[in-house]
């Protein structure tokens, strides 16, 4: 257990619509990831908070946004939902947000758009 | 930006044979270079990192090696047994940067008994 939690597990939804991932990051981590795993395109990093700022940005499309609130946890929003949006999404949280540092995944969740 | 590229994508070996993946990046600026172990609905955990400053780093049947010259890290399983199938990503950056780990496409790799 890597003590980062993701919810949900699953998720099914249609074209279209909106969905909400959430993290919890491992007691003490003040940095959380968004990573989408998709089977062409492997391990794509989203975005990165540290202490409630966005500190990094990767290949996060305008339809999705990510935060991260005062509890640090973090929320992944995921809006006007295509096909192409099947993947699983990991969570990873670290200490302090170095590039250096060990990053901790939690379980995923996997969005079906159907 | 970095680009690395991960060989084989599919490994298959027998219980008790050595498994060895390969590497190579392109940014010369890249000082960090770990690999992730994804075992079937889990998340990736870190199994073994090294910094450019060290050629190779071991730990217990897993070794990992780097040749800055030449750009290429790997990934090297001694004794494989069955509990070592899973996919292994590698990935590299630098530290001191507002940039991101850039993972290898991963390993399958399957020990068979």
């Known amino acids: 257990d890597s003590g980062v939690t993701q919810t949900p597990k699953h998720l099914i939804t249609a074209t279209g619509q909106r969905v909400t991932l959430r993290c919890s990051p491992r007691s003490g981590d003040l940095s959380v990831y968004w990573y989408q795993q998709s089977l062409d395109q492997g391990l794509q990093f989203l975005i990165q908070?540290?202490?409630?700022?966005?500190?990094a940005k990767g290949n996060i499309l305008e339809r999705f946004s990510a935060q991260q609130f005062p509890d640090l946890h973090s929320e992944l929003n995921l809006s006007s939902l295509e096909l192409g949006d099947s993947a699983l999404y990991f969570c990873?949280?670290?200490?302090?947000?170095?590039?250096?540092?060990?990053?901790?995944f939690g379980s995923g969740t996997q969005l079906s758009v159907l | 930006g970095e680009n690395v590229e991960q060989h084989p994508s599919t490994l298959s070996v027998q219980e008790g044979d050595s498994a060895v993946i390969k590497c190579t990046y392109s940014?010369?600026?890249?000082?960090?270079f770990p690999w992730y172990k994804q075992e079937l609905g889990k998340g990736p955990q870190l199994i073994i990192d090294i910094r450019s400053n060290v050629g190779e780093k071991k730990d217990q049947r897993i070794a990992v090696t780097l040749n800055k010259t030449a750009k290429h890290f790997s990934l090297h399983i001694t004794e494989t047994q069955p509990e070592d199938s899973a996919v292994y990503f590698c990935a590299a950056t630098s530290s001191g940067s507002a940039r991101q780990l850039t993972f290898g496409s991963g390993t399958q790799l399957t020990v068979l008994p």
């Open positions: 908070y540290y202490n409630g700022e966005e500190r």
């Open positions: 940014d010369s600026a890249s000082n960090y």
């Open positions: 990873a949280s670290s200490l302090q947000g170095a590039t250096n540092e060990k990053l901790f």
